[in-house]
């Protein structure tokens, strides 16, 4: 989904906010055209967790796989479901955590045992 500044800011003011998938990056997990609802700027992160970020004024769904806490600032990794991996992703650049789906176990074991 592509927004501009003024709109991420005004999303950032919310406390959760929905929105729907345009591509096909997270399925089968999140099908295109699903609503997701997100809590924004949660701060409960571990592994696996689905999450939103802004890169290029586009915001990206993809799931979360390593917080580096050990530099300045601390740097997000994440992947989509095939395993694709992004740039890291700076704190500041993080919008929340999807409430409305999850990583199955069963799809974690997967991700795992295909590193």
């Given at each position: ?16 906010f929905k929105g729907r998938i345009v591509s096909g990056s997270m ?32 915001l990206i769904c993809h799931y979360l796989w390593n917080i580096n ?47």
């Amino acid at each position: 989904m592509q927004i501009n500044k003024e709109t991420k800011e005004k999303i950032l003011a919310q406390p959760f906010f929905k929105g729907r998938i345009v591509s096909g990056s997270m399925v089968p997990v999140i099908n295109i055209g699903e609503e997701i609802t997100v809590e924004v700027k949660s701060r409960k992160l571990k592994r696996f967790d689905i999450i939103v970020f802004w890169r290029d004024e586009i915001l990206i769904c993809h799931y979360l796989w390593n917080i580096n806490r050990f530099i300045e600032p601390i740097l997000l990794q994440t992947r989509n479901i095939r395993g694709g991996k992004d740039y890291p992703i700076k704190e500041e650049d993080y919008i929340g955590k999807v409430l409305s789906h999850k990583l199955s176990f069963f799809r974690k074991l997967k991700i795992i045992l295909t590193q």
